[in-house]
């Protein structure tokens, strides 16, 4: 069985994010220019870009960046004011996932961090239903 797109290209754009701050971190990069590297990367005009696929979707819970905050002016952008996974427990919830309903129902089954309420995840979770 193949894996949907739309979930495989979630988890690139999360682990892109992820080794590339951390290398520029060590590289001597300013927190600024982390900043900055980080919110070019992580489709934070999602799905106003040019390819929907890559989305946010994996990366918005981890990261501690709510981009509706910063595109809510212009009424686009997603909220997701949820944080505190990390990419190998992400990973662990993507065995035998093929879809995105399939990470839907094992996000909201699984251990969620303390500060991530069921609700809050699956609100989150049904921002990408209207595209997939």
Known sequence: MFVDDNVTDAWAVAVAWKLCSEKYKRLGATDKQIKEFEAFIAYQDWPNNDDSQYSPLLLDLIDDYNQYS???????????????????????????????????????????????????????????????
């Open 70 to 132: 910063k595109d809510k002016k212009q009424g686009n952008g997603l909220f997701d004011n949820i944080e505190g996974y990390s990419l190998p427990t992400l990973q662990k919830y993507l065995m035998d996932v093929y879809t995105f309903k399939g990470l839907k129902n094992k996000l909201l089954s699984s251990p969620r961090p303390a500060n991530v309420s069921y609700d809050e995840l699956k609100t989150y979770l049904s921002n990408y239903e209207k595209y997939w």
